[in-house]
């Protein structure tokens, strides 16, 4: 058992928990990375929302301001159809990714439910036209609503903020984050 | 090359070839910032983004800083961003509310009309020295139409209703939509990216139709399965284009097959939204009149004005702005408008659009890019001279073809030239248009 603190207080949380969403955390990295996106979408809960907002409002809020993604689970599969279609161009061939993931801390835990914020750094390589490597780096901070089911943990809301200013070098946000 | 070869168009042909210089020369690209963005009139915000006095806008216009402010006596005001004691930026953040605006480096202070209002130690400057010339310097001309402010390099030259002609229909259009006469808001948050393809090619896609099949099928198979009906897109003909004076051209094409949250329903938007949308319909046609309700909830109108400003009057109604960087690189600026009573699930509606369109995340937008970086990769083969944009030119042009493209090509290749505008922007030109309007500098 660790101290760690939640919400500014110290209070405790299991040092299982925390490694157990660690794992969690790391296998969807990985499951991205290799492109398993069946897999992935399958961590989702029929209720899950997916949201990137925009470089330019990191608290912009989906359905009152401008945000890049705010899918449902129909929205948020048919996201993963079109990745594994030949026509979507810029993923397709799809680019080489790698996601680190770090800075994970529990903020909230109550019940089946967790409250998890981590830093993330995810690397997109794709030489498209020849003309030379070409790297976008994405960095951000993840908000996740987890739900444990049937001894799983579920993805119930799943947020990407985008510590980038503008998309200056990357030209769009072609992969998931 | 000669600037005058650049372009062939010979409409009896039916023959409009773009020579791939344009879009890779840096003399080109040198000719298109002194002919065509220091002189034309270019979009740099609008009236909602300053509603309240002290509001602010941070912008690049022509590769210049500028920012917009509504000073305290409510008129929009917009300024070079650039102190006149040295140079550093005066206003450092994209967007806020002041009183007085302070450069940081030796905190000269300058007030909402551009005054010089105070600096440190004023002793130490001889007799002569007068505050009043030494305020901020705004943009040679300035002036909006119905909330749209647009900034002129050029001192002289057509005022701005003059200018955008007979695109200011479409403007009213999609102001029109606001059914309380609040007029428009662009909504916060913005696309901002940079893309590696010429501007030109960017524009030229913001109203290809040709394109949408091959490039978007994911878009229209996913649609299909929401139960929409795409394939008038890929009929023919389709839509309509109208050129509309010094370069400007619209293509205006029905909503098929899907919705419009002003105002044709659909069932994607669920059965809770139908009375509203119904209502949102029954009040156009009652302020409008039937004819142009039907326009206004049953098609969409993607404007360009020239050289740089999509107009992009869709489900989620967009103020697009495109700027040359280098010869085979821009930026791009995506921001979305609507009514002011566009709150809750009527917002809902319109941003739903969005983030399935042209968001950096959406079905739209980053095949788009690929195809653009695309094409400018292969310029790289210098060899293969031309590119063509004769589509349609023996006929009738329709929406999918390219009309719309060469409209913007002639007002580009006469002012890169020099000339102030072409002689017609037509495919078959009105009478009108062969007055000779082509003036030379």
């Known amino acids: ?177 | 090359m000669e600037l005058a070869d650049l372009v062939i168009d010979d409409r009896e042909r039916g023959v409009f070839r773009v020579h791939r210089s344009s879009m890779t020369s840096p003399a080109v690209h040198a000719l298109e910032r002194e002919r065509i963005f220091n002189r034309c009139w270019l979009y740099a915000g609008h009236e909602s983004e300053v509603e309240q006095p002290g509001d602010y806008i941070r912008r690049r216009v022509a590769g210049r800083p500028v920012f917009l402010v509504r000073g305290q006596d409510g008129e929009v005001r917009v300024f070079l961003n650039t102190c006149p004691h040295r140079g550093a930026l005066v206003c450092r953040q994209d967007a806020g509310n002041a009183e007085v605006f302070q450069c940081f480096y030796h905190a000269w202070s300058f007030n909402d009309r551009g005054d010089l209002v105070g600096l440190p130690d004023e002793e130490g400057y001889a007799e002569g020295f007068d505050r009043s010339e030494r305020g901020l310097l705004a943009p040679p001309r300035v002036s909006n139409y119905r909330g749209f402010y647009f900034v002129s390099f050029s001192p002289d030259g057509e005022d701005l209703a003059t200018y955008l002609g007979e695109a200011t229909e479409y403007f009213d259009l999609l102001i029109s939509q606001s059914d309380t006469g609040l007029g428009l808001a662009v909504v916060p948050g913005a696309l901002r990216c940079g893309i590696a393809t010429n501007w030109k090619l960017f524009v030229e896609n913001s109203f290809d139709l040709y394109h949408a099949p091959s490039v978007h099928q994911t878009l229209f198979s996913y649609l299909k399965r929401l139960g929409h009906d795409s394939a008038a897109i890929t009929a023919r003909p389709y839509g309509q284009v109208r050129p509309l004076g010094n370069g400007h051209a619209v293509l205006e094409m029905p909503t098929v097959g899907g919705g419009r949250p002003v105002a044709k329903w659909h069932p994607m938007y669920g059965e809770a939204a139908k009375s509203e949308i119904e209502g949102i319909r029954a009040r156009l046609q009652d302020r409008l009149g039937e004819e142009t309700m039907e326009r206004i909830a049953g098609s969409s109108r993607l404007l360009i004005i020239y050289p740089n400003l999509v107009l992009h009057d869709s489900a989620a109604p967009g103020i697009w702005t495109i700027w040359p960087d280098r010869p085979d690189f821009m930026e791009l600026t995506i921001q979305v408008v609507c009514a002011k009573e566009d709150v809750g699930a009527r917002l809902e509606r319109r941003l739903s659009h969005f983030e399935l369109g042209v968001s950096a995340t959406g079905y739209l937008h980053p095949d788009d890019v690929e195809a653009l970086e695309s094409c400018q990769a292969g310029f790289d083969a210098p060899e293969m001279e031309w590119s063509d944009v004769s589509r349609g030119m023996h006929r009738e042009a329709h929406g999918r073809d390219e009309l719309q493209m060469r409209t913007f090509w002639r007002q580009w290749h006469a002012q890169v030239q020099g000339y102030a505008a072409a002689a017609s922007w037509s495919d078959r030109p009105t009478p009108v248009e062969t007055t000779a309007r082509a003036t030379a500098d």
């Open chain 1, 1 to 177: 058992m660790t101290f760690t603190p939640v919400n500014g207080k110290e209070s405790l949380v299991s040092h299982d928990l925390l490694h157990e969403v660690e794992q969690f955390l790391f296998f969807e990295a990985e499951l991205l990375d290799d492109w398993r996106l069946d897999d992935w979408v399958a961590l989702f809960t029929e209720d899950a929302r997916y949201v990137i907002p925009t470089t330019d409002l990191p608290n912009g809020v989906p359905g009152q301001d401008l945000v890049f993604a705010n899918d449902d689970i129909g929205r948020l599969r048919a996201r993963v159809e079109r990745l594994k279609s030949r026509h979507a161009h810029r993923e397709y061939p799809w680019s080489r990714t790698r996601r680190f993931i770090n800075n994970i801390r529990i903020a909230d835990a109550s019940g089946d439910e967790v409250t998890v914020n981590a830093s993330y750094l995810v690397y997109r390589f794709r030489d498209a036209t020849g003309r030379g490597a070409h790297v976008d780096t994405y960095v951000g901070k993840y908000t996740y609503n987890l739900v444990r089911s049937e001894g799983q943990f579920r993805i119930r809301h799943k947020k990407a903020v985008l510590d980038n200013e503008t998309l200056y070098t990357h030209g769009a946000v072609s992969i998931i984050l």
